[in-house]
């Protein structure tokens, strides 16, 4: 690696993007990814003896899945490659990755994160039940493993990649018992004017709601979820809505469930990035300048800065890479980083409009009724969280996962922990950002409890 010790967590669109321009510039990064194959979720590789071609797995981003596949594999000579290895913590100026049973902390003087985005899910009473999948994990299943979720999968949810993995279902063969989404669409005719910043996006998303009415699947706009019927041990049977003041019934054996993505902003936050309430999205992210400088020798780009989609996360990839080389004393093309910042300002209107289009349904989830579950991992119910602040007199959200093990299960509150800020704001009637935010810690993932250590 010479004398920069550069490294870049995560193979997807922006991490790949970094590390063409970390190579570019003679050096040698090392770049982790937790997957076997780089590509990232948006983009996830089959395992190599499966037969599908990138039309079939990416329907209209098969062009852009296979120029990033085939980028990378270009990298391969280039680049330190590791994949199957889960960064965990970072911690005074070391990443420490874990691989078949083994840790090691990795020196960095720039480390640039790419990690991407996560689902997010809102708490529907019913959702337990086996047979619920998060839009991503449906997605998973279809492009890793060549099988659906379901025999007959009904997509809950709002936003773009609720359209996108229905279509790809379709597409796939799978029986699609309905697209149902909370947001109504005449949010979406008020942000067309920020959608057109990037007409070529808004054409794909008309085109995949064309491709789902012509399969015959049903659409609807504005429903509210009642319940997803079933049992945790039988599975799914159904979902049962409200819409235009009826309540509709659909029958499935499995639901895909979500409302847009969110940074996957753990390792930002071990790596001592600021984060700020975004009232737009009602969340918190990390803080980075135009370029994804985060401070502490940290760079974000992709999703798990801001998520403002995979065409994007290319341009912000590489933005941060640039930015971590001009502050090692490298130099960088001004052009090329002018080109890219119009580029993102361009995508960053495109968000604000599907954040307007597609509204995480907060109103819903602060109502859930007392009996529904929160946290899955917990089994933690409404009525429990809403009794750390009714009686246990919790203030903010740590506070309320101290007293009801909110959050503290294998995934962290990546999937509870806005639903449960949500739940505890209206309990106090705060603003959400009084709540605060469920504060990372390591590991950010579940390792083994004894890992040999094998340092450099």
């Known amino acids: 690696m010479g004398e920069h010790r550069v490294i870049i967590v995560g193979a997807g669109p922006a991490g790949v993007r970094a590390a063409q321009a970390v190579v570019r510039a003679g050096l040698r990064p090392i770049v982790i990814d937790e997957a076997a194959r780089a590509g990232g979720q948006i983009y996830r590789r089959p395992p190599e003896n499966f037969k ?5 797995l990416y329907g209209t981003e098969a062009a852009r899945a296979r120029a990033i596949h085939e980028d990378f594999a270009a990298l391969l000579p280039h680049i330190d490659y590791r994949p199957e290895t889960l960064v965990w913590n970072v911690a005074e100026g070391h990443v420490w990755a874990a691989h078949e049973g083994e840790t090691q902390p990795l020196p960095y003087d720039a480390l640039i994160v790419c990690s991407g985005a996560s689902d997010r899910v809102a708490p529907i009473k ?3 039940a086996a047979g619920c999948y998060s839009l991503g994990g449906a997605q998973i299943a279809l492009k890793a493993q060549g099988c659906a979720i379901g025999h007959r999968v009904i997509f809950l949810g709002s936003g773009p990649l609720l359209y996108l993995a229905a279509a790809q279902y379709v597409k796939a063969g799978a029986e699609v018992a309905a697209v149902l989404d909370t947001s109504p669409f005449w949010l979406r005719v008020k942000a067309a004017p920020k959608l057109a910043a990037m007409p070529g996006l808004l054409w794909q998303g008309v085109k995949l709601l064309r491709d789902l009415k012509r399969a015959g699947v049903p659409v609807l706009t504005g429903v509210t979820p009642i ?8 599975g799914v049977s159904g979902v049962t809505v409200r819409h235009k003041g009826a309540v509709k019934h659909f029958a499935g054996d499995a639901v895909a469930m979500g409302w847009h ?4 902003a753990q390792i930002a936050d071990l790596a001592r990035a600021t984060f700020a309430f975004d009232e737009a999205t009602r969340q918190w992210l990390p803080q980075t300048d135009a370029d994804g400088r985060a401070g502490n020798a940290l760079y974000l780009g992709g999703d ?3 998520v403002l989609g995979a065409r994007s996360a290319e341009v912000t990839g590489e933005l941060a890479a640039m930015a971590a080389l001009a502050d090692l004393g490298l130099t960088m093309d001004a052009d090329r980083r002018r080109w890219l910042l119009a580029e993102k300002a361009n995508y960053a209107k495109f968000a604000k409009g599907l954040a307007q289009a597609f509204p995480w349904p907060h109103e819903l989830v602060a109502a859930i009724p007392d009996e529904a579950i929160v946290c899955r991992c917990e089994a933690v119910t409404a009525a429990t969280l809403r009794a750390s602040v009714n009686t246990a007199h919790a203030q903010e ?6 007293f009801s093990r909110v959050g503290m299960g294998r995934c962290q509150g990546r999937y509870c922990g806005h639903a ?16 605060g935010r469920l504060r990372g810690q390591a590991p950010v993932k579940p390792i083994p409890v004894a890992l040999k250590r094998n340092d450099l």
């Open 52 to 56: 599908r071609d990138h039309d079939a």
């Open 126 to 128: 019913g959702w337990q």
């Open 227 to 234: 319940e997803i019927e079933g049992d945790p041990q039988t």
């Open 261 to 264: 993505v969110k940074p996957e």
């Open 304 to 306: 798990g800065a801001r």
């Open 397 to 402: 959200a740590n506070r309320a996962k101290a």
């Open 420 to 435: 449960s800020a949500e739940i505890i704001a209206a309990a106090r009637s705060v603003s959400l950002e009084k709540t």
